[in-house]
């Protein structure tokens, strides 16, 4: 499996370095829009402390983004309503169950930590379809500083201390590309709105392919005429709150996962599990509660996940969004 990806990420490479095509390099109708938004994930929450264990991602959507080296490699469709470029840097971190065992844990998860930038660009092909393209870049291992980061938290919340991060995977590559295209497939007034997606993901980290559903209810605008928030200048005809619930499931198809198996590039991790102990169907769910005026929205949302191994249990955290226009 790693050396099947190492061949597509080759060629991917090579697709890359390759003249963009004339409906690619043409100008794209870039978005007014400017946001920033910031995500702080924990399981925390649930009262454990294992598996996916604490995230952070931070966001800023702004128009001359689309200037940056690598904008064309994303525009693999026109915008018929307007492009919106961004860039979002991720951190997650991932333990086995017993973080107070100072040796590994065979036939647990790896200790396992990321941090990696990513260039995207939202695409409104119509009124009710939307294409999102990626690049990302970055690190998993040591460098991603989640031992020290995890160490100082628990010892500030007098929790346990983590024991194992000496045994996490090393310092290897983040490289990937994904697309995604999401479709509304109906709705009730402004009330109810009902979307459809799906996703592909080839890189170092992760490569997988997703297919979601998404159910909306409540006051909102609807789900792809913007990127969640618009400034006071740019409203008119849009509702200034906004209070709603959503709900999300996704089946992925899993092809490698980096956190579980080890980077591309290196052989001398301490501990991985093997491919055949990785399970290849996973389902992903998702409840969230919003609320939002005019320029600013908070939400909360709970994400739980099948078991991604054997002997694996499933899992469950927290997360807290805050996403403002400025």
């Not at 983004?65 to 991932?94: C, E, I, K, Q, T």
């Not at 998993?140 to 983590?162: D, M, N, S, V, Y």
């Not at 983040?174 to 890189?203: C, M």
């Amino acid at each position: 499996m790693k050396c099947a990806c190492v061949y597509l990420l080759v060629g991917l490479s090579l697709l890359l370095s390759r003249p963009a095509r004339a409906q690619q390099a043409a100008a794209d109708s870039v978005g007014p829009d400017r946001l920033a938004a910031y995500t702080f994930a924990n399981d925390a929450y649930f009262r454990t402390d294992y598996y996916f264990t604490q995230g952070m991602t931070g966001l800023v959507v702004h128009p001359a983004l689309h200037r940056l080296p690598g904008a064309r490699l994303l525009r693999l469709r026109p915008a018929a309503a307007g492009s919106w470029y961004g860039l979002r840097v991720v951190y997650d971190g991932f333990t086995p169950l017993r973080i107070q065992d100072a040796f590994i844990r065979r036939g647990d998860r790896p200790y396992a930590a990321y941090l990696y930038a990513e260039y995207l660009r939202h695409a409104s092909l119509s009124a009710h379809r939307r294409l999102t393209t990626s690049l990302s870049l970055g690190v998993i291992g040591p460098a991603a500083g989640a031992k020290g980061f995890q160490t100082k938290l628990h010892e500030l919340l007098g929790a346990p201390t983590p024991r194992g991060w000496d045994y996490q995977i090393r310092n290897d590559l983040v490289l990937g590309y994904a697309g995604r295209l999401e479709q509304r497939l109906g709705g009730l007034g402004r009330w109810a709105e009902l979307l459809g997606g799906g996703t592909a993901a080839l890189g170092t980290l992760r490569t997988y392919a997703a297919a979601d559903a998404r159910l909306r209810l409540g006051l909102f605008n609807p789900y792809l005429s913007d990127l969640g928030v618009r400034r006071a200048s740019n409203s008119a005809g849009y509702r200034r709150l906004q209070l709603f619930a959503e709900g999300q499931i996704e089946g992925r198809l899993i092809g490698y996962d980096a956190t579980l198996q080890g980077g591309l590039l290196r052989r001398d991790n301490p501990y991985e599990l093997p491919a055949g102990a990785i399970r290849r169907g996973v389902l992903r769910s998702t409840a969230t509660l919003a609320l939002g005026y005019a320029g600013l929205r908070l939400s909360l949302s709970t994400v739980q996940t099948s078991p991604e191994f054997r002997g694996a249990r499933r899992h469950r955290w927290a997360q807290l969004a805050v996403l403002v226009a400025f």
